[in-house]
C-alpha cells in the first residue's frame, strides 16, 4: 500500500469515527489538516568531501492538548503523505492515554543504514539545525522512530543547545535520549513491554492462558525485540519469526535472548541458529496464537489476512494491518490490538521523561514502570467498555475515546480569536 493509500486510510477512519459522534464541524475541520507542514532541504558534507542534498520533514498535527510530539524517522520511504499521516495517528494516540501532548511526526529521506557514524551525526545536527525554532521543549519535542536511537536524540538535544538556544531546561527539546544525557529509565523498552502489558490485560480479560501459548513477531528491532523478551518471560513460546531478509520457523521454539542478542550485533535473521530462511508468506502462515507485528505499516492486507491463524494480532508497529486486511481478520474471528493503544507506551515513558527534565528529576525504573502500566492499564479498560457497550472494533473504540476528549477540550477552550 502507498503512503498515499496509508494518510487516506488514517484519513477514512476519521471521518468514519467523526461522523458517529457529535462533533462539531468546525473542530472537524481543524483535525482533518496538520496544522503546520515543514518541509526542508540541506546540504551534508560526507566523508569523501562531497556534498549531499537532504529532505527533511516535521508535520505539526495538532496541539490543543499540549506541546506537538511525536518520533523522528530515517527511512528511504519517508514521504510528506507518510508524515502526515503518522502526525495524526500521534494526536489520536496521546489523546487516548490522556497525556498532555499534541500529535507530531518527522524524519528524513535516506537509508541510515549506507552512512558512518560521523555521516550520521552530520546529518542529525543539520536537519536540527534546519529545523530551528519550529522545534523545543515547549513547542515541538522530537523521539526516536524507525532508523534511530537513543544517540540521534541525544545528537539532536546537543546541537539545540549549542545553537543558540536560551530556553531552560534544553534537555526536554527530545526525548528517547542516553540515560547519561537526560534520558529516562524504561524508555528503551516502553514501546516493546507496553505493547505486551496490553497483551496482558486482553488474556485477563479472555481469561487467555499466556504461559501456554505460542506467537509470532514480525520485527526485532527495539519494539520486536522487547516485546518477544516479555513474552517469553510470561512463558509464551515464539514459534516464528520474519524481517526483510525472510522467515524463520521452529515449533519446538526459538531462544528470545539469543535471537535478539544476534540481531543486536548481525541487524538480520540469516544465519540464526542454523536455521533455514524461508519466504515472507510462509510466517503468516505459520501455527500460533498471538502475532506481533513490529516492523512498518501495510504489512497484512488482503492477500496475508486471509492466511493468519492467530488469535490476536498485536499492533506494536503504526498500522501494519491495512483496512482490507483488518476487515478480513475480524470477519474470520481474530481480534486486533491497534496501534494507537498497544504502541503507546512510548509516548507514555517519554512523557515521564519530559516532566524528569522539566523537573529535574530521576525515577527509578520501578517508579516508571508502575505509572505505565498503571496509564496503559486505565486506556485499556476505558476502550474495552465502549468496544461492549457500543458493539465496536478495539480500533473504533479507541478513535471515539480519543476523539471525544480532543471534542470536549475544543468545546470548552474554544476556537481563537
Wanted: aromatic share 8%; with cysteine; hydrophobic share 40%.
Amino acid at each position: 500500500m502507498s503512503d498515499r493509500k496509508l494518510y487516506q486510510a488514517v484519513s477514512d477512519k476519521f471521518t468514519e469515527i467523526t461522523e458517529q459522534m457529535a462533533m462539531h464541524d468546525s473542530i472537524k475541520m481543524i483535525l482533518s489538516q496538520p496544522k503546520n507542514e515543514i518541509i526542508v532541504n540541506f546540504p551534508v558534507l560526507m566523508d569523501d568531501g562531497s556534498y549531499q542534498l537532504f529532505k527533511g520533514y516535521r508535520i505539526q498535527h495538532n496541539n490543543i492538548l499540549g506541546p506537538f510530539k511525536g518520533g523522528i524517522r530515517f527511512h528511504p520511504e519517508v514521504s510528506l503523505d507518510e508524515t502526515k499521516a503518522l502526525s495524526m495517528l500521534m494526536t489520536i494516540k496521546c489523546a487516548l492515554v490522556q497525556i498532555p501532548f499534541g500529535g507530531a511526526k518527522g524524519g528524513i529521506k535516506f537509508s541510515p543504514f549506507k552512512y558512518s557514524r560521523e555521516e550520521l551525526r552530520r546529518i542529525t545536527r543539520r536537519f536540527t539545525s534546519a529545523l530551528g525554532n519550529n522545534i523545543g521543549p515547549s513547542h515541538d519535542i522530537p523521539a526516536p522512530d524507525v532508523g534511530t536511537n537513543s544517540q540521534t536524540m541525544v545528537w539532536m538535544m546537543d546541537t539545540y543547545k549549542n545553537v543558540g538556544k536560551t530556553q531552560e531546561f534544553h534537555n526536554a527539546v527530545v526525548t528517547g535520549k542516553s540515560l547519561n544525557c537526560g534520558g529516562s529509565e524504561g524508555r528503551n523498552s516502553a514501546t516493546g513491554f507496553g505493547a505486551i502489558y496490553n497483551v496482558e490485560y486482553w488474556a485477563e480479560d479472555t481469561k487467555f492462558d499466556l504461559s501456554k501459548s505460542t506467537f509470532a513477531i514480525q520485527g526485532m528491532g527495539n519494539v520486536g525485540s522487547f516485546a518477544a523478551l516479555k513474552m517469553a518471560e510470561n512463558g509464551s513460546k515464539l514459534v516464528a519469526v520474519n524481517d526483510y531478509a525472510g522467515t524463520l520457523i521452529d515449533p519446538n521454539g526459538i531462544d528470545v535472548e539469543a535471537l535478539a542478542t544476534y540481531m543486536q550485533e548481525k541487524r538480520t535473521l540469516e544465519g540464526f541458529n542454523g536455521l533455514k530462511l524461508q519466504s515472507r508468506d510462509a510466517f503468516f502462515e505459520a501455527e500460533n496464537d498471538i502475532m506481533i507485528l513490529a516492523a512498518l505499516e501495510n504489512q497484512v492486507a488482503e492477500n496475508e489476512a486471509p492466511k493468519i491463524k492467530s488469535k490476536l494480532v498485536v499492533e506494536g508497529a503504526n498500522g501494519p494491518v491495512t483496512p482490507e486486511g483488518e476487515a478480513i481478520l475480524l470477519e474470520r474471528g481474530i481480534e486486533i490490538l491497534p496501534d494507537i493503544l498497544t504502541n503507546a507506551g512510548g509516548v507514555v515513558v517519554s512523557y515521564f521523561e519530559w516532566v524528569q527534565n522539566k523537573n529535574s528529576e530521576s525515577w527509578e525504573l520501578e517508579e516508571v514502570e508502575r505509572k505505565l502500566r498503571k496509564r496503559l492499564k486505565r486506556a485499556f479498560d476505558a476502550v474495552r467498555k465502549i468496544q461492549i457497550e457500543e458493539k465496536k472494533s478495539m480500533r473504533d473504540s479507541c478513535y471515539l475515546r480519543a476523539l471525544n476528549y480532543i471534542n470536549d477540550v475544543y468545546l470548552e477552550r474554544g476556537i481563537f480569536p
